[in-house]
């Protein structure tokens, strides 16, 4: 059997940012076809961060087995993802794989050691920092005023990107590698968007003004905008869906959509995406800011309008396209990750006592520590001193447009993927009621007030199955010691295999002005004068 895999983790999208999540705000109706039609993962977690996220997918190894747990790599850091660690792309080209990067990297590039073309990728367009201009892309560093271009084809400047929208330039280079890729060959892209991270910090919110008209409905022009980012790219979605139809590869092929963080509401970085009612946002160790939204589609599956229960970790990703693709994951060594592709594919069933560690950054006794096991989350601390510790993002009590089953029919994915068969409104109006979340219950508000969560003065649990939204801290709570006992076991386990973290402090010969005013791999370069 030869496999393909489109593998898209959005940026930054929040877990209310999708219309079959219950959103009837924003408008995805590709994203929502694929979802319909496939299987909804509705107990996926990511990191709280990008760099972590993505070193996370990529190894298949905790953030703290890395290095990169935290905060993210900073562009001006001489670092990066160890070069110790071998990345999907890598153990896929030992199957006969084909393998392209396009997007978002975020994992290091002071040395060419550390770009994607260096890391098993044969080709990659895109930018090496964690975000930029949707337009212009530039990047602004964090700390620093330093400011470069960066849009790279492999390891070349691409001035040509210059005046055209991200979202755009990346849709149409995964759909140019689609189109032109001998089908003999078994193909891996890895499709990692900017869409709908904010942009630069004097403009954050940046969208073609035609996009940003279709969604006047909506007062605050902010979401408008945001609004409008979220469309182009789901946009994306159904042109890359397209593309491969048209060169035959649906049949033998395995997508994957999955966001890589909660959405930032407020704070550093605010996009006015919303995690509602998730408790928490992105650097959060809440469920928003590390419950994402994540589907997968294939005719590989047994299954369609389906949800998976599975709890599942961004690093279970690794063995399991390992697994799918023909190799054995068994012989994966060192990997967090668990094979999930006999549960996904409907073979086995689902099973949910497992262990999850979200991550552990409290050196110095700052920071947060947060871990699963089965319905069971213990969070001993929090980030950014507790500021994010609330529920953000409620929707505002006004018309808005109903759900319109007949658009999701008529979208480009959906017309492809059903050959043009309309989904039955009752069968996704009830899938979708059945993916919700909602939080209102009686029994919890009662029990929120007898034992409130404050983490900076002692650790919270919560049993997420039936409190997905935090409201009850059972902590000390007789009924569930044993359990408390564990997870304190389990996350000291955890903590002494935890290695030192990779971050380093900002390195001047990094400054973009050195070099034309583009960020480079700065290292590889020999500097005849020292900046003071």
Not at 181 to 187: A, D, E, F, G, K
Request: with cysteine; glycine share 6%.
């Amino acid at each position: 059997m030869i496999a393909r895999y489109f593998s898209t983790p959005a940026s930054v999208e929040g877990w209310n940012d999708v219309g079959f999540h219950g959103n009837n705000e924003i408008f995805t109706p590709n994203i929502d076809a694929l979802a319909y039609n496939g299987v909804i993962l509705n107990r996926h977690y990511s990191e709280t961060l990008c760099t972590p996220s993505r070193s996370a997918l990529l190894t298949g190894k905790y953030p703290i087995h890395t290095g990169t747990y935290h905060n993210v790599l900073m562009e001006t850091h001489p670092t990066g993802l160890p070069l110790s660690e071998k990345l999907l792309p890598q153990y896929l080209k030992s199957l006969g794989y084909k393998t392209h990067a396009v997007g978002k990297w975020h994992l290091g590039f002071y040395k060419k050691e550390y770009t994607p073309v260096y890391r098993g990728f044969d080709s990659f367009y895109g930018f090496w920092n964690g975000y930029q201009d949707y337009y212009k892309h530039n990047v602004q560093a964090w700390f620093v005023p330093f400011d470069g271009y960066d849009m790279r084809r492999n390891m070349e400047t691409d001035w040509s990107a210059l005046g055209k929208y991200s979202t755009d330039l990346f849709t149409d280079e995964a759909v140019n590698i689609i189109m032109e890729h001998n089908r003999s060959v078994p193909l891996f892209l890895y499709l990692a968007h900017l869409a709908p991270h904010s942009g630069t910090y004097e403009d954050p919110l940046q969208a073609p003004e035609e996009y940003i008209r279709k969604f006047s409905y909506l007062k605050d022009p902010n979401k408008r905008r945001y609004t409008a980012m979220v469309s182009k790219l789901d946009e994306s979605v159904g042109n890359v869906i397209e593309a491969l139809q048209k060169n035959d590869m649906l049949s033998n092929c395995i997508i994957v959509f999955v966001s890589d963080n909660g959405a930032p509401t407020t704070g550093l970085m605010r996009n006015y995406g919303t995690n509602w009612p998730l408790k928490g946002e992105k650097s959060t160790p809440w469920e928003g800011g590390i419950r994402t939204v994540a589907l997968m589609w294939s005719k590989l599956l047994t299954r369609k309008m389906a949800i998976s229960s599975q709890i599942m970790h961004l690093t279970d990703w690794l063995p399991t396209l390992y697994s799918a693709a023909g190799g054995n994951a068994t012989e994966l060594e060192g990997i967090d990750g668990r094979n999930m592709w006999e549960v996904l594919s409907g073979r086995k069933n689902e099973y949910n006592n497992v262990t999850i560690l979200h991550n552990i950054d409290d050196d110095n006794n700052v920071g947060y520590a947060a871990i699963r096991h089965g319905s069971y989350k213990l969070v001993n601390g929090t980030s950014l001193l507790g500021y994010l510790d609330d529920w953000f993002g409620r929707p505002e009590e006004r018309f808005i447009p109903s759900y319109d089953v007949a658009k999701i029919s008529r979208s480009k994915t959906n017309k492809i993927l059903t050959n043009s068969k309309e989904l039955r409104e009752k069968d996704v109006l009830k899938l979708r009621e059945l993916v919700k979340i909602s939080c209102k219950t009686k029994n919890e508000l009662n029990l929120t007030l007898r034992n409130p969560c404050q983490p900076r003065i002692r650790p919270c649990l919560f049993n997420i199955d039936n409190d997905p939204c935090e409201k009850n801290n059972l902590y000390d709570d007789d009924s569930v010691k044993t359990i408390q006992l564990e997870l304190e076991i389990k996350l000291q386990q955890f903590r002494k295999s935890k290695i030192k973290v990779t971050q380093t402090t900002t390195d001047k010969l990094s400054n973009p002005a050195l070099y034309n005013n583009t960020w480079v791999n700065w290292a590889d370069i020999k500097h005849s004068v020292i900046i003071a």
